[in-house]
């Protein structure tokens, strides 16, 4: 039941962000073969090579958590959602000229995904 509620929660708000103006901003909207790496993996072993202890943090996660990673260009970081969550993958985040934008990746990365790019990078 919770799971519903928060699920059609989640629907409201996206749906309510599109018609005040929001932008949808998928991860891999370039065209680009969908088989490719996932962005957030591409993007987090990036990060990680700027920040050592990045594997340290991913290490207070579940291995079986799913997490997105944000460009450089929106504002950077991540997010991480529970395994057992019905929620989709989707950030609410700022754009460079600070409108509110949800970004997707349809491409599922869990946190031991990201754990193994990095370690053979």
């Known amino acids: 039941m919770l799971k519903k509620v928060t699920t059609c929660a989640f629907i409201i708000t996206l749906i309510s962000s599109v018609l005040i103006g929001s932008s949808i901003i998928f991860a891999n909207d370039k065209g680009e073969d969908i088989q490719a790496k996932p962005p957030t ?3 987090m072993v990036k990060q990680a090579s700027k920040d050592p202890t990045l594997l340290e943090i991913l290490n207070q ?8 990673a944000y460009p450089e260009n929106m504002g ?7 395994a057992d969550s019905s929620e989709p993958l989707v950030g609410e ?16 990365v869990t946190i031991a995904q990201v754990k193994e790019a990095i370690q053979n990078k």
């Open 41 to 43: 993996l591409e993007i």
């Open 61 to 68: 996660f579940s291995d079986q958590d799913t997490i997105i």
């Open 76 to 82: 950077g970081g991540f997010s991480v959602k529970p």
């Open 93 to 108: 985040i700022l754009d460079t000229k600070g409108n509110k934008v949800l970004y997707r990746d349809a491409q599922s």
